[in-house]
């Protein structure tokens, strides 16, 4: 088993900038991809940002130019938002899988006023 925990969200203007975090425990051993998602209201949950073992990097077209997603190590995974948007809304949710299994956390409120 893994546990996620994200942090870091919060209530920010537009054109500012937020900074989250998902650390991962537990068998982390077996886990080869961590991502971020995200939920706005009303809708369905979208695919943000990806990042390897490797370390390459997928990007939706909405945040592509304005987030990065990077980890340290094995266990956290942060994603650096800026230029935010109201439309970037959403509970963020940290995803991890592996061969056989996938984990998310509970996730985090960013709140984007304009």
């Known amino acids: 088993q893994v546990q996620l925990v994200e942090s870091g969200g919060g209530l920010v203007q537009a054109g500012e900038s937020l900074r989250l975090a998902c650390v991962a425990s537990?068998?982390?051993?077996?886990?080869?991809?961590m991502a971020w998602y995200r939920q706005a209201p009303g809708k369905q949950r979208e695919l943000v940002a990806t990042?390897?073992?490797?370390?390459?990097t997928y990007y939706a077209d909405a945040v592509k130019g304005r987030f990065t997603i990077s980890k340290d190590a094995k266990r956290t995974v942060n994603l650096q938002m800026n230029t935010l948007k109201a439309e970037d809304t959403a509970v963020y949710f940290c995803?991890?899988?592996?061969?056989?299994?996938?984990?998310w956390g509970k996730g985090t409120l960013v709140t984007v006023s304009s």
């Open positions: 990042i390897a073992d490797s370390g390459t």
């Open positions: 537990g068998s982390i051993f077996s886990i080869n991809t």
């Open positions: 995803w991890a899988g592996g061969y056989v299994s996938e984990y």
